[in-house]
Each structure stands twice: as structure tokens, then as C-alpha cells.
Nanobody
Framework: QVQLVESGGGLVQPGGSLRLTCVGSRIIFSIYDMAWYRQHSGNLREPVASITQGGTPNYAGSVKGRFTISKDNATNTISLQMNDLKPEDTAVYFC?????????????WGQGTQVTVSS
């Protein structure tokens, strides 16, 4: 059974930094597009940052220049370095692995980690 486990969330003051990590088991990250999503209370889950199989990153406009996604295929790990955090970044952050193969979509999610930005 595939497992994605996030860690690194917590409480931070505005302007501070956090680093989220997602470790996968029973999955090969190198053949998946990986992403971070977040869900504000009561809202839909939204994409924050993604990184393709080939290592190309993409970012939501609201985090561009502040967040950096990275991937280590050798350890089946992706990370999200979050700098200059703002109160509106408060959300539960989820790790996602996605692959389209033979006409089917395969998606796996972690359990989420809470990030709270508050003074």
C-alpha cells in the first residue's frame, strides 16, 4: 500500500519560514509528478507547487518567489521550503503523487500537515 507522510508543519510568525517534507513508501517518485496542495478551513484543496518527473517546478502565483519545491528521487522525498510566510498561508498542506499511465490517472495523498502563520 502506497504511503505519503508529511511533516514539518507548525506555528510560525509572519515573515518566518518552515520546511515541509513528504516521504513516500511503496512508490517510486521518479515516475510521478509530485505536488503540494493546501486546504484552508472550509475551502477546496488548491495546488501550491508541483514538480514534474523531469524536475521542472511550477508555483501558484500567490507563493511564487517565496516557496521552493524540490525532489530527491533517491530517498523518495519531496520538500517545500516556505519563506516570508503570511497569515493567508495558514492551511493544511498535503503531498500528492500523480501519474497518468495507460489511460488511467493514479493519485496518492498524504494525511496533511497543519501550517499556522500568526503573531
Amino acid at each position: 500500500q502506497v504511503q505519503l507522510v508529511e511533516s514539518g508543519g507548525g506555528l510560525v510568525q509572519p515573515g518566518g519560514s518552515l520546511r515541509l517534507t513528504c516521504v513516500g513508501s511503496r512508490i517510486i517518485f521518479s515516475i510521478y509528478d509530485m505536488a503540494w496542495y493546501r486546504q484552508h478551513s472550509g475551502n477546496l484543496r488548491e495546488p501550491v507547487a508541483s514538480i514534474t518527473q523531469g524536475g521542472t517546478p511550477n508555483y501558484a502565483g500567490s507563493v511564487k518567489g517565496r516557496f521552493t519545491i524540490s525532489k530527491d528521487n533517491a530517498t523518495n522525498t519531496i520538500s517545500l521550503q516556505m519563506n516570508d510566510l503570511k497569515p493567508e498561508d495558514t492551511a493544511v498542506y498535503f503531498c500528492n503523487a500523480h501519474r497518468t499511465w495507460r489511460g488511467g490517472d493514479y493519485d496518492y495523498w498524504g494525511q496533511g500537515t497543519q501550517v499556522t502563520v500568526s503573531s
